[in-house]
T-cell receptor
Framework: AQRVTQPEKLLSVFKGAPVELKCNYSYSGSPELFWYVQYSRQRLQLLLRHISRESIKGFTADLNKGETSFHLKKPFAQEEDSAMYYCAPPNRLAFGKGNQVVVIP | NAGVTQTPKFRVLKTGQSMTLLCAQDMNHEYMYWYRQDPGMGLRLIHYSVGEGTTAKGEVPDGYNVSRLKKQNFLLGLESAAPSQTSVYFC??????????????FGAGTRLSVL
């Protein structure tokens, strides 16, 4: 079964500090994972796909097959990064529980 | 393109009442999904559909029914609402990328309160 777990529900960081959101997966096959973001009172939207290997809004995500992880990172958090972040497996049937990120000014 | 549109945006029901949530997408997507979002529980899949005329159960299907009579519409029904169904409901649709991976597009959500 394709499952992802996000260990921490709430993450508070100061503006300018690094932020890292963890996602661990259990997946048989070639993993391709996505991160979705939901800003306050907005709909969920795709943030980035690991396969694209690009930085979106300063975020990157590296797939570590050895650790079965797909952590989302940003070196310097901004206030506008406050949101809910969801790690999603390819089949999209089992999202993680999400991380609430609060960036403190 | 409007994308994914959900109606209504808000609704208050009394226990035992019924209602239908409508999801419409204009992107010609094959797949459609209904999720509920609750604090601390994240997104949980209720039902989904891989094509017109087909539906399948997700993680939390009890108390809900769905129909996909037209490709662009996916209806979520509550036959007898219960307070435990108070939640925010999200609809999503997706196309399928090569290799079976897909990107989802979400609606704005329906906030439902059952008293």
């Amino acid at each position: 079964a394709q499952r992802v777990t996000q260990p921490e529900k709430l993450l508070s960081v100061f503006k300018g500090a690094p932020v890292e959101l963890k996602c661990n997966y259990s997946y048989s096959g070639s993993p391709e994972l996505f991160w979705y973001v939901q800003y306050s009172r907005q709909r969920l939207q795709l943030l980035l796909r690991h396969i694209s290997r690009e930085s979106i809004k300063g975020f990157t995500a590296d797939l570590n097959k050895g650790e079965t992880s797909f952590h989302l990172k940003k070196p310097f958090a901004q206030e506008e990064d406050s949101a809910m972040y969801y790690c999603a497996p390819p089949n999209r049937l089992a999202f993680g529980k999400g991380n609430q990120v609060v960036v403190i000014p | 393109n409007a994308g994914v549109t959900q109606t209504p945006k808000f609704r208050v029901l009394k226990t035992g009442q019924s209602m239908t949530l409508l999801c419409a997408q204009d992107m010609n997507h094959e797949y459609m999904y209904w999720y509920r979002q609750d604090p601390g529980m994240g997104l949980r899949l209720i039902h989904y559909s891989v094509g017109e005329g087909t539906t399948a159960k997700g993680e939390v299907p009890d108390g809900y029914n769905v129909s996909r009579l037209k490709k662009q519409n996916f209806l979520l029904g509550l036959e007898s609402a219960a307070p435990s169904q108070t939640s925010v409901y999200f609809c999503a649709s997706s196309y399928v990328l090569a290799g079976g991976k897909n990107i989802q597009y979400f609606g704005a959500g329906t906030r439902l309160s059952v008293l």
